[in-house]
């Protein structure tokens, strides 16, 4: 017999990875079609995850049964994944009864973004956001708020209501910018890690992220950062790497891209395709202590979307950067083109076929067809009797 759990879970989001604690008996249930593969004894949990496009989707949870309790981890994916809402659906076999359950979690649709993943103590850091709907479109007028811990447990709170984060007059629904949609600065005076939770609150509801940066006395390495936080697809961006070295340092400084992303003026730089869908750009470099170098390279995504991408960490030596770079990717039409309001309309017209081609971005769950049929040729009138 097949049941569905119905009751409370409790769902953590924490950084790039998203936790689920579900208690393993609940006694109100109901129904439930089965999975192709069921839950046995076993293999007590049978567990997938759907894309916002209902689609299942590749990625495999970690599952952990401590305690009486279920703990259904699911790390985000390290170069690229579309945002929006995701579902995990689980499947629980316990004592000859299988339970259903599905939880709604959110990725990518909050993105932030620091100039630097490890500051000079004094530095001010530069912080840069992008607040997407569930289908890829830019949203301005979020209420952003953030709260930063330092690392001696100082708490700093930043919010559009008080003007400590801005909302930048470059953002646009799905528009080409170099800028943050939002932006806040702060100081980073003391050593350690800073713990960040930033909440965009939309009329969807409230979303949170939780990230970190760190500042040092010294850095072996002091790595700013220019590059978009978000992106229109059919563009091309330009992002530029300003180094310090505190060091010497010989040899290559390597960053990492998607594979998907067509990488072009990066001067001397070689690039390496690898294996886990990901590209490497390596200058080679000869740096004294004091030296101060920028590198750049210019870069075009795919026109899929939405999406969201991930670049770095910048790679020198056994040093690289405490965190990546995160660039959402506007939704953009595969056919037809955008009139406004998320929705993109195109046409096909043809008197001799019976047949045509789905586009590559259709939703059977938001898209539809219309169909307009020629008018008649009416009936030719006669005159008189």
Avoid at 22 to 38: D, G, K, M, W, Y
Wanted: glycine share 10%; hydrophobic share 40%; charged share 15%.
């Amino acid at each position: 017999m097949k049941r569905s759990i119905t009751g409370a879970f409790v769902a953590l989001a924490i950084a790039a990875i998203v936790i689920f604690a579900i208690p393993l008996f609940l006694a109100h249930v109901r129904a439930q079609t089965a999975p192709a593969n069921l839950p046995t004894s076993g293999n007590p949990v049978v567990a997938k995850i759907i894309d916002p496009g209902g689609n299942l989707t590749a990625l495999q949870p970690l599952i952990v049964i401590q305690n009486s309790q279920l703990h259904v981890s699911v790390p985000e994916p390290t170069s690229s994944f579309r945002p929006g809402k995701y579902r995990l659906d689980l499947w629980i076999w316990q004592n000859g009864t299988i339970y259903y359950t599905e939880n709604d979690f959110t990725w990518g649709v909050l993105v932030d973004d620091f100039d630097k993943s490890i500051y000079t103590i004094g530095d001010t850091v530069h912080a840069g956001f992008a607040v997407l709907d569930d289908t890829g479109n830019t949203i301005c007028g979020a209420d952003m708020s953030m709260d930063i811990t330092s690392p001696t447990g100082k708490l700093s709170h930043f919010s559009t209501a008080d003007g400590t984060i801005t909302r930048n007059t470059t953002c646009g629904k799905n528009n080409v910018t170099e800028s943050p949609d939002y932006s806040a600065t702060l100081k980073a005076n003391e050593a350690g890690t800073y713990s960040v939770a930033v909440t965009a609150a939309t009329a969807a509801g409230k979303r949170t992220i939780l990230d970190q940066f760190e500042a040092q006395n010294l850095p072996l390495f002091d790595v700013a950062r220019s590059l978009p936080v978000r992106i229109y697809p059919p563009a091309t961006y330009k992002a530029s790497l300003t180094l310090k070295a505190n060091t010497d340092f010989s040899g290559n400084i390597i960053e990492t891209v998607p594979a998907s992303f067509a990488v072009s003026n990066a001067g001397s730089a070689q690039i390496t395709f690898s294996h886990n869908d990901t590209q490497s750009i390596s200058w080679p470099a000869n740096l004294r202590k004091g030296d101060s170098v920028t590198l750049g390279y210019s870069f075009k995504a795919p026109d899929v979307s939405p999406e969201l991408y991930k670049l770095g960490p910048l790679q020198i030596g056994s040093w690289q950067e405490a965190r990546q770079w995160q660039i959402a990717g506007d939704v953009v039409c595969g056919f037809g083109s955008d009139i406004g309001n998320g929705t993109c309309r195109g046409f096909i017209a043809t008197t001799a076929s019976t047949t045509w081609t789905v586009p590559s971005d259709w939703n059977s769950a938001s898209n539809t067809i219309e169909v307009i049929g020629g008018g008649a040729g009416g009936i030719t009138g006669k005159s008189g009797g």
